[in-house]
């Protein structure tokens, strides 16, 4: 499937506008994209195998979205395939007291993905951008410095910092891809209607998740601004359509699965030194069969 239509590589001329929360291509039922996603997930096997064995690089998954819109859904059927050895998954809900006793991207970095490996962010350093921005009054119960708290340009300040931050994981052997689960607002009522009403998916819904749906548009406007000002070439953001889940996760699937090729991964070559010793551990090997059948007939 092409993704290439969702990905935002430079954020100048983005509009959320543009991209429909319904979308599915071509696809018109759920099977189609379920067999194609299957597919992905056993090439993502693949692909992580060799980000294992190369054990350089790694790979950071960023997933930012409104409640309901199925990040947590996409996460565990995308990385079902994978080893669970190679990937790291964290969420990132209200700050700690620890946490805000720091700068907003510590406790993520202390979380990145080691090399060889794959790190899920299910939120991220993001919602200093976003649910920060749509609630002045969170920013304004952070202990920073007064010129920082009550500087009119600290968003623009935070998304150079991102951006810094993102190069310089991308300088170091870190890609960094974002996705954003677009989902309507009418599909996200749908969505919590179905978990008040049905028992066992109460536990998924709470009221301050009413509360936050109340801020749409600002969100959609915090949002945008994220995205513009850090779709980067190297670290793009993708906007997916959220309102079918089957399409979501078929989209993410194909996503990682190119970021994984665009890295370009080799198993490591082994020196002539390495491949003379593994033919003397064979040689060892074998005359330790020869041995053992000796034993055995006396
Ligand atoms: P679920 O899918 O289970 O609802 P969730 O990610 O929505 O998962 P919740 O515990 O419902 O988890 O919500 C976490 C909340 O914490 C979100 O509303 C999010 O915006 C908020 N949050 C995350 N990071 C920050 C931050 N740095 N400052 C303030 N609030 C934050
Ligand atoms: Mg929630």
Same mark, same amino acid.
């Given at each position: 499937m092409d993704v290439d239509k969702f990905r935002i590589k430079d954020g100048s001329s983005f509009d959320l506008g543009d991209h429909d929360a319904g979308y599915t291509a071509d696809y018109l039922s759920k099977d189609t994209a379920v067999k194609h996603m299957k597919a992905n997930i056993r090439r993502l096997y693949e692909l992580q195998a060799v980000l294992y064995a190369d054990n350089k690089r790694s790979l950071l998954i960023i997933f930012q979205a409104m409640d309901a819109a199925g990040k947590d859904g996409a996460i565990k059927k995308v990385m079902s395939g994978l080893?669970?050895?190679?990937?790291?998954?964290?969420?990132?809900?209200?700050?700690?007291?620890?946490?805000?006793?720091?700068?907003?991207?510590?406790?993520?970095?202390?979380?990145?993905?080691?090399?060889?490996?794959?790190?899920?962010?299910? @939120?991220?350093?993001?919602? &200093?951008?976003?649910?920060?921005? $749509?609630? /002045? !009054?969170?920013?304004?119960?952070?202990?920073l410095p007064d010129p920082v708290k009550n500087d009119p340009d600290i968003w623009n300040k935070r998304y150079r910092q991102i951006r810094d931050f993102e190069r310089h994981l991308t300088e170091n052997g870190t890609k960094v891809i974002k996705f954003f689960l677009n989902v309507s607002k009418e599909e996200q009522k749908e969505r919590f209607l179905s978990r008040i009403d049905t028992p066992h998916k109460n536990w998924k819904f709470s009221s301050a998740d009413a509360r936050e749906r109340g801020f749409w548009?600002?969100?959609?406007?915090?949002?945008?601004?994220?995205? @513009?000002?850090?779709?980067? &070439?190297?670290?793009?953001?993708? $906007?997916? /359509? !959220?309102?079918?889940?089957?399409?979501?996760?078929?989209?993410?699937?194909?996503?990682?699965?190119?970021?994984?090729?665009?890295?370009?991964?080799?198993?490591?070559?082994?020196?002539?030194?390495?491949?003379?010793?593994?033919?003397?551990?064979?040689?060892?090997?074998?005359?330790?069969?020869?041995?053992?059948?000796?034993?055995?007939?006396?």
């Open positions: 080893n669970p050895q190679g990937t790291q998954v964290f969420s990132f809900k209200k700050p700690s007291q620890e946490e805000l006793d720091h700068d907003y991207l510590w406790r993520c970095s202390k979380s990145l993905p080691e090399r060889g490996r794959i790190g899920i962010f299910n @939120r991220s350093y993001y919602e &200093d951008v976003l649910i920060v921005r $749509v609630h /002045p !009054a969170i920013l304004e119960s952070k202990n548009d600002r969100y959609m406007e915090a949002y945008t601004e994220a995205i @513009r000002n850090t779709a980067t &070439d190297e670290s793009p953001w993708y $906007v997916l /359509p !959220a309102d079918h889940k089957w399409f979501t996760r078929l989209a993410v699937s194909e996503a990682v699965a190119q970021a994984l090729e665009s890295m370009d991964l080799r198993y490591p070559t082994m020196t002539e030194e390495h491949l003379e010793n593994l033919q003397l551990a064979k040689e060892m090997l074998l005359k330790e069969d020869g041995e053992g059948s000796a034993a055995s007939q006396t």
